[in-house]
């Protein structure tokens, strides 16, 4: 039997709220700028145009790769513009503080909980792709 397959709704759910954020099509036009859907601990941001207009500083979502595991550590202050007056720079110390500032500059459109099995296990899939086996995660728990 497939275990992707065999994954049930609790299992995935807590799985899916421990994450760090993911992007997932990052996409970038001449007049709006980039624009990406972000998986979340707390369900999905659909992209919007002109999303990222604003943020300025450091690109907030880092996937701990060893080129990046290298970026963070050397690193002792991150920035995130919330506005296009750099007087609304916010400094972090803590590149997850960043993270968790720049993904509540967002609405959520749709939380984990309110998704079908199948679009769960469409993410998990999605997320899968981008190097996070919550298969495996959620297989701690058993």
Known sequence: MNKKLDLNRSHLL??????????????????????????????????????????????????????????VKARSIFSLGTSENEEDMLLFTDVEEMEEAFINMFALDVRWEEMSDSDLMDWQEAISAKGMDLVSMSAEDE
């Open 14 to 71: 807590k799985a899916l709220k421990s994450i760090r954020p993911v992007v997932i099509d990052l996409t970038g036009t001449l007049d709006m700028g980039m624009e990406c859907t972000i998986a979340t601990k707390d369900g999905v941001v659909y992209p919007v145009p002109g999303m990222f207009l604003f943020c300025g500083g450091d690109w907030p979502i880092k996937k701990l790769s060893p080129p990046d595991a290298g970026y």
